[in-house]
C-alpha cells in the first residue's frame, strides 16, 4: 500500500505543482487530515491543503486518491502492531504488504521503507530483507530507484497533460480500484471502498467568539461537487457528528433568545421587528407575523388587536422545537386572549395561509392545544373566500373583513402558480382536525386543474389565467423553480407524503416534472462543473439561479428516500446525486462571497462559474439553502451538510448579527456595510428553525415517517389512515 500511496503523492504533487504552481503557494485553511480523529487547522497535511484549493479537475481526484491511500496506510500500520503486541507475526507480515514471495498478494516495493528500521522486529527475517544487506547500501539503493521511478513519472505525466484529461481519468479509476481491493476501515469495520470522512472538528465552546471567524473562501469540499458520495458513513462517524452538532446547538438557541427577548420588549404582537431602531411594524396587513399579521400595533397589555400572522405565530413551532416551552405558552396566552381577525383588510393568501394559518396549525399539532386549532378554523373560514371563483383557483389577495378577493393589479391581474399550488398542506390538514372537508376539498381541485394543463415535459409556467368556460390555461412562457413557481413543484411530493403516499396524482405530477428538469433545466457551470437550475423564458434558457431555487436539494432527496422503487432505483439515484450536487453549488453561492453569505441570485456565464449581478447582492436572511443541508443531513448521514451550515450560521453572527435582532445584508461582498434595519419574520420561522434542527439529533421531527413541512417550514404530521384524507 505505501507504493501506491507514494506513486499517487507523487503523481498529485506533480501535477498540482505543473498545474497549479508551488504548494507553499496555496491557502490551507480548508484542508483537512485523512485521520478521522479531530485536528485542528494547524495540523494539516500539505497534501489536503493544496488539494482544498484545486479546482474540480480529474488531478485533484488523483490528489483525493492520495490522501485515502495515507489514511489507509496508517490504519494498515497500527493493525501491524496490534498483530506483533499477540505474537501474530505472519498477520503482521500481510498487514505489511505481503513481502514473502509465494504469498499471492507479494510485491517487493510495499513498505521497502519499514524494512529500512533496524529496530523493527520483522527484519530478523532473512527470507523478507534478503539477507544481510547493510542498511545504508540499501538507503542508497532505494533513493537512486526512488528518483528514477520519479522522473520517468514526470516525463509521462507531462505527456498524459498533454494528451488531455479523459487519460487522467484512466489513471484515477485505475487507483482507486487498487485502493479499493483492501476497503476503508473505519473503528474496525469493512466498509467498502470509500475512505474516511477527513473533516470533523472539535466541540464549539459556549462562550465562542464569533466576531474573530473569518469566511473560508469557495472552491473547498470540492469531492462533492458531482453529487457523490466520497466517505464512508458509518455509526461511529455519526455518534461523532451528533455529539459536535450539540455543541454547534446551543449557539443557535443563544440566537433565538436574543431576537425573542427584543421582540417582547419592543414589538410584541407585530408583524416584525426592526433589529437596529428597535421598533415594529405591520408589513403584512397588520397582522402580527412573527407572532401571527397585526392591522394595528399590539403590546403584551393591548386588548382587540386584529391579526391574523404575527411575528409570533410564525415562530411558535420554532419556540416549542427549540425547547422555549415558557416562551411558547406566554405566546399561546397572548394568541387566545388578543388575537382577532375581524378587522383585518386586505391580505396576500399565499402569505398569510402558509406564515400564519401554517404557524398556527403547527402549534396545534405539536402541543395539542385547541387555542390554537380555534383560531386556524377562524382564519381559515376567511381566508377561503378567495377559493370563490369561477374555475376554483384562489385570488391573490382578500379581505378578511368584507371576503373580496382580487388579483394584483401589477401581474396583470393573472393567477401566481406558487400562490395557487402552495396551500394544500394547509388547508387538508385543517380539514382532517376540523372535519370541515371544503378546506381539503376546494383546496385540492388546483391541483386537478393543474394536472390537466401540464405539459408533455411536466414544467409548468407561472402565470394562469381562468377563462370561464373556456378553463384555465397559462399565459407565461416562463418557467422558474425561483419566485413565483417553486413551492408548486415542493408540494406535489409532500402533498402525496402527507397522504400517506397513497394519493397517486401528486407524486406522478413530481415524478413527470423531475424528468423535465433533468432534460431541459440541469446544467453545470464552467469550468468547474458546478450543477444549477436555469430559468427557460419563452424556450431560452436562462442561465440564472435565485437562492429560492435550493430548496430543490431537499425536495430531490425526499423524493429520491421516497421514490415507490426504492432508493436503489435509477430515477432516486439520479435525483439524490442531483440534489447533492445543486445543494453543493448553493454552499458555494455562500463560501465564495467575502461574507460567506449568499446573494439573491446568481448568474452562470463566462469561465466563472458564477458571478453576482450588480441587481442582486443584497440577502434577506433567506432558509433555502439551510432548508436543503438539513434535509441531506437527516437523509443521507454526511456530517458535510452540518459543517456547511455551521459555516453560514458563523458568517451570520458575524456580519448580520444587532443590538436588537439580526439584519439583512445590502452587498454580500462588502464586509465593512453595517446591517440593515430589517428582519424578516421567516428568519425565525425558517433559517434558525432549519439550522436548529441541522444541529439536534434529538429532535421529535421525523421527516419520513411522520412529519411535513410546509413552505414556511411549519410541521405537521402525516396522515396515517384512510380517514384523515
Not at 481491493?181 to 474516511?196: C, E, F, Y
Not at 451538510?641 to 452587498?667: A, M, N, P
Request: glycine letters at 8%; hydrophobic letters at 35%.
Amino acid at each position: 500500500m505505501a507504493a501506491v500511496a507514494s506513486t499517487i503523492f507523487a503523481l498529485g504533487l506533480i501535477l498540482s505543482t505543473h498545474i497549479f504552481g508551488s504548494p507553499q503557494e496555496v491557502d490551507t485553511r480548508a484542508a483537512s487530515s485523512a485521520s478521522i480523529t479531530s485536528l485542528d487547522n494547524d495540523h494539516l497535511s500539505p497534501l489536503v491543503a493544496a488539494t482544498s484549493k484545486i479546482a474540480a479537475s480529474d488531478v485533484q481526484k488523483l490528489i483525493m486518491e492520495s490522501a485515502a491511500a495515507e489514511a489507509f496506510e496508517e490504519e494498515e500500520r497500527r493493525q501491524e502492531e496490534e498483530a506483533l503486541k499477540h505474537g501474530d507475526k505472519r498477520l503482521a507480515l500481510h498487514l505489511r504488504g505481503a513481502l514473502v514471495p509465494g504469498d499471492p498478494n507479494y510485491n517487493p516495493h510495499h513498505h521497502i521503507d519499514d524494512a529500512l528500521d533496524v529496530d523493527d522486529p520483522l527484519n530478523s527475517n532473512q527470507e523478507i530483507v534478503g539477507g544481510e544487506e547493510k542498511q545504508e547500501n540499501l538507503i542508497e539503493n532505494m533513493h537512486n530507484q526512488f528518483a528514477q521511478a520519479l522522473e520517468h513519472e514526470k516525463h509521462a505525466i507531462d505527456s498524459v497533460v498533454k494528451e488531455g484529461v479523459s487519460k487522467l481519468k484512466e489513471t484515477a479509476a485505475g487507483v482507486a480500484k487498487k485502493v479499493a481491493l483492501r476497503g476503508a476501515i473505519v473503528n474496525d469495520k469493512v466498509t467498502g471502498s470509500l475512505p474516511n470522512y477527513p473533516y470533523m472538528k472539535n466541540l464549539v465552546p459556549e462562550d465562542y467568539d464569533f466576531t474573530k471567524y473569518e469566511p473560508l473562501g469557495g472552491d473547498r469540499f470540492i469531492e462533492y461537487v458531482e453529487g457523490d458520495s466520497p466517505y464512508a458513513i458509518t455509526d461511529s462517524l455519526r455518534e461523532q457528528s451528533d455529539n459536535l452538532a450539540r455543541s454547534r446547538r446551543v449557539h443557535v438557541l443563544k440566537a433565538m433568545k436574543h431576537i425573542w427577548k427584543n421582540y417582547k420588549e419592543y414589538a410584541f404582537g407585530m408583524d416584525e421587528l426592526h433589529p437596529i431602531s428597535k421598533k415594529g411594524s405591520a408589513n403584512w396587513g397588520g397582522m402580527g407575523t412573527t407572532l401571527v399579521l397585526l392591522q394595528r400595533p399590539c403590546s403584551m397589555e393591548t386588548t382587540n388587536c386584529s391579526l391574523p400572522i404575527n411575528c409570533q405565530v410564525d415562530a411558535l413551532d420554532t419556540l416549542w422545537l427549540m425547547g422555549m416551552k415558557d416562551e411558547f405558552w406566554e405566546a399561546r396566552d397572548w394568541v387566545r386572549d388578543h388575537l382577532s381577525h375581524d378587522k383585518v383588510g386586505d391580505v396576500s393568501g399565499f402569505e398569510t395561509t402558509i406564515r400564519s394559518l401554517g404557524g398556527l396549525l403547527s402549534a396545534y399539532d405539536l402541543s395539542g392545544d385547541k387555542v390554537f386549532l380555534d383560531k386556524a378554523d377562524d382564519l381559515g373560514a376567511k381566508l377561503f373566500k378567495a377559493y370563490d371563483t369561477p374555475s376554483g383557483l384562489p385570488r391573490g389577495s382578500v379581505n378578511l373583513q368584507s371576503g373580496r378577493a382580487k388579483n394584483f393589479g401589477w401581474n396583470g391581474n393573472a393567477y401566481i402558480l406558487a400562490e395557487v399550488g402552495t396551500q394544500q398542506i394547509e388547508y387538508r390538514y385543517l380539514s382532517r382536525a376540523t372535519g370541515k372537508q371544503e378546506y381539503a376539498k376546494k383546496s385540492e381541485k388546483v391541483f386537478d386543474i393543474l394536472d390537466k394543463i401540464t405539459p408533455e415535459d411536466g414544467l409548468l409556467f407561472e402565470k394562469l389565467k381562468d377563462d370561464g368556460r373556456k378553463g384555465v390555461s397559462f399565459v407565461s412562457g416562463k418557467t422558474s423553480f425561483g419566485a413565483m413557481g417553486d413551492s408548486t413543484y415542493e408540494y406535489m411530493i409532500k402533498l402525496w407524503i402527507q397522504g400517506g403516499r397513497k394519493e397517486d396524482m401528486y407524486r406522478k405530477m413530481w415524478d413527470k416534472a423531475m424528468n423535465g428538469v433533468h432534460a431541459q433545466l440541469v446544467q453545470k457551470s464552467k469550468p468547474n462543473g458546478l450543477t444549477y437550475l436555469a430559468d427557460r423564458v419563452n424556450g431560452r434558457t436562462d442561465h440564472k439561479m435565485d437562492h429560492l431555487a435550493c430548496f430543490m436539494g431537499g425536495s430531490l432527496a425526499l423524493g429520491a428516500y421516497t421514490d415507490p422503487s426504492g432508493i436503489d432505483s435509477s430515477r432516486a439515484k439520479r435525483d439524490l446525486k442531483t440534489a447533492k450536487a445543486l445543494t453543493y453549488t448553493c454552499y458555494q453561492m455562500y463560501a465564495r462571497t467575502k461574507t460567506g453569505i449568499s446573494p439573491e441570485f446568481v448568474k452562470f456565464s463566462g469561465g466563472e462559474d458564477f458571478v453576482v449581478p450588480s441587481s442582486a447582492p443584497f440577502y434577506i436572511l433567506r432558509p433555502e439553502a439551510v432548508e436543503a443541508f438539513y434535509y441531506l443531513s437527516v437523509l443521507t448521514g454526511d456530517p458535510i451538510y452540518r459543517e456547511w451550515g455551521w459555516e453560514v450560521f458563523q458568517s451570520i453572527e458575524k456580519y448580520c448579527k444587532t443590538k436588537y435582532g439580526y439584519g439583512s445584508l445590502h452587498d454580500v461582498n462588502d464586509p465593512s456595510m453595517e446591517p440593515e434595519d430589517r428582519m424578516e419574520s421567516f428568519f425565525l420561522a425558517e433559517t434558525l428553525k432549519y439550522l436548529y434542527l441541522l444541529f439536534d439529533p434529538d429532535s421529535e421531527i421525523d421527516i419520513l415517517h411522520k412529519h411535513v413541512f410546509n413552505t414556511e417550514a411549519h410541521p405537521v404530521k402525516i396522515f396515517k389512515n384512510d380517514e384523515d384524507n
